[in-house]
């Protein structure tokens, strides 16, 4: 399954706010904009690509950046080795995603450090493994919500191109992931609070609230054709096994 540049967006945007950047948001506009993504902290670009990104694409990202402290670049096919280079140089962070599996992994060192916490370098051994599994906790819960809801959009895309053939009841789904989706936005931002406020247990317990929402409206959908099943099984065997964050 393929997926379109607005929701390669929409999985930068999620991924963005389990690396800690709460206030994560696209920007607007159409496709292929110089950043697509932006927080007070943070800075991305997405871009859904037939070969990989090279160093022209870093260097052009980087003077759109204007100076943000953490500047992010998602790639759907990889980077060149002069991109990964100049990146590095520059102190840009670069993710690769894939466009049928919506795995998200980080390419280079700057990636892989742009979520650690300051606090794990204070804290007592038996603190830091505590942090460590909460924030472990945090993102799967986050990431299982996440590609469930990318999931049921893509399944409802698909239906809608293929000339009007409809599941029974995808209407009722529909209007109800209308309501879900705010009210785990909702939880997710407060549960995103507490984790930078270093409240990582109570984080982990919104979290869990949010997700248990998600999963439960999932399980629950109106779906009964069997064309669906692949996309709840991916979905969850995906999150469950932690693909959504692969190596970060």
């Known amino acids: 399954m ?13 991924h963005m706010h389990v690396l800690g950047f709460t206030d994560a948001r696209k920007t607007a506009g159409g496709a292929d904009r110089g950043i ?7 800075v991305a670009q997405v871009k859904l690509l037939s070969q990989p990104a090279g160093s022209p694409d870093i260097q052009r990202l980087k003077g759109a950046a204007h100076g943000s402290k953490n500047v992010l670049f ?25 466009p049928s599996t919506l795995e998200v992994v980080a390419v280079n060192d700057h990636a892989k450090r742009v979520h650690k916490m300051d606090d794990l370098d204070n804290a007592t051994p038996e603190q830091a493994a505590h942090i460590a599994e909460c924030i472990s906790e945090f993102r799967r819960l986050h990431s299982e919500a996440g590609i469930i ?39 997710a931002r407060t549960a995103n609070e ?10 982990v317990d919104v979290m869990r609230e949010a997700n248990a929402a998600v999963v439960s409206w999932f399980n629950g959908a109106r779906v009964n054709d069997d064309d669906f099943v692949p996309y709840r099984r991916a979905a969850l065997e995906r999150a469950r096994r932690g693909d959504f964050l692969s190596d970060v």
């Open 74 to 98: 998602y790639s759907s096919a990889g980077y060149s080795r002069a991109a990964i280079s100049v990146a590095d140089e520059l102190g840009i962070a670069l993710f690769s995603f894939s």
């Open 149 to 187: 809801l990318i999931a049921f959009g893509e399944r409802h895309e698909d239906a809608q191109r293929q000339r009007g053939r409809r599941w029974k009841g995808m209407d009722h789904d529909v209007e109800d992931v209308k309501r879900v989706i705010p009210q785990f936005q909702e939880k």
């Open 2 to 14: 393929a997926i379109s540049w607005q929701e390669a967006e929409d999985l930068a945007v999620i």
């Open 194 to 203: 507490l984790l930078q406020q270093q409240q990582f247990d109570e984080a």
């Open 36 to 42: 697509d993504a932006v927080s007070v902290r943070a």
